[in-house]
């Protein structure tokens, strides 16, 4: 099975608001996270990311927590607009020394922006 | 720059047919990969390739032939697909060898229909 998932398939929040968007994942030995963004017709678009010795990331208007205790990532999103609306996966990468290695991705969110 | 392009954007074929995916980047990342996205699913790995070199493939069917001719192209080469081999096909670049793993860059993708 994956081991990477998510909690809802569609998640709808009024614009203006902050929206979370959370993940989970069994493999205890993943090391590296990803949130990637992807509207329709496009390919995923980075978001931000975080490394296994961290528990907290914060970008532009977006913020991601990881918590390794309860294998549970989650994104924030603050003050949501419009342009949010898109399908958000998040995804996991083990580190296994070999210098690149493939991205195992969760089922992904449908964020829904009401106006 | 962080673009990864693809081309064709589109691409119709017969289950009998030849064809290629190509994708190029321009950010002198050295590992490259193909992944698979069905409709309303995530991306799946299909071939990572690191230093021009293949290092990993999920077990694909040889139907579908990965190449890198250097370090900034990538080709899939498809050959006697079947219609289940529909699917939106992308390609991604990073740096290997950092400490954990490199950002991942997706390109746009190829949208596949096999008749």
């Known amino acids: 099975g994956e081991s990477v998932g998510l909690h809802l398939p569609t998640l709808s929040v009024q614009e203006g608001d902050n929206s979370i968007i959370n993940c989970a994942y069994s493999?205890?030995?993943?090391?590296?996270f990803i949130w990637y963004k992807q509207e329709s017709g496009k390919g995923p678009q980075f978001i931000i990311d975080?490394?296994?010795?961290?528990d907290k990331r914060q970008g532009q208007r977006v913020t991601v927590l990881l918590n390794k205790t309860v294998k549970h990532l989650s994104l924030q999103i603050a003050a949501t607009q419009p342009g949010d609306s898109a399908v958000y996966f998040c995804?996991?990468?083990?580190?296994?020394?070999?210098?690149?290695?493939?991205?195992?991705f969760g089922k992904g969110t449908h964020l829904i922006i009401q106006p | 720059d962080t673009e990864v392009t693809q081309t064709p954007k589109h691409l119709v074929m017969g289950m009998t047919n030849k064809k290629s995916l190509k994708c190029e980047q321009h950010?002198?990342?050295?590992?490259m990969y193909w992944y698979k996205q069905k409709a309303k699913k995530p991306p799946e790995l299909m071939f990572v390739?690191?230093?021009?070199?293949?290092?990993i493939n999920e077990s694909v069917p040889s139907r579908f032939s990965p190449e890198c001719p250097n370090s900034s192209l990538l080709n899939l080469h498809l050959h006697a697909l079947q219609p289940e081999d529909s699917a939106l096909y992308l390609c991604?670049?990073?740096?290997?060898?950092?400490?954990?793993?490199?950002?991942?860059?997706f390109g746009p993708g190829t949208r596949l229909l096999v008749l």
């Open positions: 991604a670049s990073s740096h290997p060898g950092l400490a954990g793993a490199g950002t991942q860059y």
């Open positions: 493999n205890s030995a993943s090391d590296y």
């Open positions: 975080i490394r296994s010795n961290m």
């Open positions: 995804a996991e990468n083990i580190d296994s020394g070999g210098g690149a290695d493939g991205l195992t």
């Open positions: 950010m002198g990342h050295r590992a």
């Open positions: 390739y690191s230093y021009e070199k293949l290092s």
